[in-house]
């Protein structure tokens, strides 16, 4: 059964730094792009940045660029998400999804405030 | 950037309602998009990909149609599980863009 498990949420201040982690299992972890996808409160949802299958090419919302960084270590079959710089905008549910998006990690908050 | 319009924002529909949902991308993205059901305080679920194909597990009441600019999602005939938003997501070229949401209520 495919698994994707979003940790790593909390509330830090805007400045601050938080690093996510989803913990993939189910499914060959090196075949599959990987991606970040975050829901402000009453909000939609937006793409925030996503990662190939080896690794080689990152891409950003034009939003996040300079601030995060997705990483993945294929021998903890994990995807990351570090945020640095944080702002109360950057405030959400954070989800990540596997390749084109057919599944979905349960979301882990970040909450970005004084 | 594509911009992804999806309309309507929201609807009132009954149970047996035959329902459509439409995105319009700014600029072609032959086939590359997705639709999904979003309940409160769960994870986005895919029903369709590759505009028309069936996710496994999803009742066949769902189809999704167009390809190009113009794109459809249909329910035949809504069920009480149903009453969720719902998105449309092109993944043709970066940055992934998002409809605004549909918000689909009960009548």
């Known amino acids: 059964e495919v698994q994707l498990v979003d940790s790593g949420g909390g509330l830090v201040q805007p400045g601050g730094s938080l690093r996510l982690s989803c913990a993939a299992s189910?499914?060959?972890?090196?075949?599959?792009?990987m991606n970040w996808v975050r829901q402000a409160p009453g909000k939609g949802l937006e793409w925030v940045a996503s990662?190939?299958?080896?690794?080689?090419?990152?891409y950003y919302v034009d939003s996040v660029k300079g601030r995060f960084t997705i990483s993945r270590d294929s021998a903890k079959n994990s995807v990351y998400l570090q945020m640095n710089s944080l702002r109360v905008e950057d405030t959400a549910v954070y989800y990540c999804?596997?390749?084109?998006?057919?599944?979905w990690g349960q979301g882990t908050l970040v909450t970005v405030s004084s | 950037d594509i911009q992804m319009t999806q309309s309507p924002s929201s609807l009132s529909a009954s149970v047996g309602d035959r329902v459509t949902i439409t995105c319009r991308a700014s600029?072609?993205?032959?086939?590359?998009l997705g639709w999904y059901q979003q309940k409160p305080g769960k994870a986005p679920k895919r029903l369709i990909y590759?505009?028309?194909s069936l996710q496994s597990g999803v009742p066949s009441r769902f189809s999704g149609s167009g390809s190009g600019t113009e794109f459809t999602l249909t329910i035949s005939s809504l069920q009480p599980e149903d009453f969720a938003t719902y998105y449309c997501?092109?993944?043709?070229?970066?940055?992934?863009?998002f409809g605004q949401g549909t918000k689909v209520e009960i009548k």
């Open positions: 997501l092109q993944h043709n070229t970066y940055p992934w863009t």
């Open positions: 189910g499914f060959t972890f090196s075949s599959f792009s």
């Open positions: 999804a596997r390749g084109l998006g057919g599944f």
């Open positions: 590759a505009a028309s």
């Open positions: 600029q072609g993205i032959r086939n590359d």
């Open positions: 990662i190939k299958q080896d690794g080689s090419e990152q």
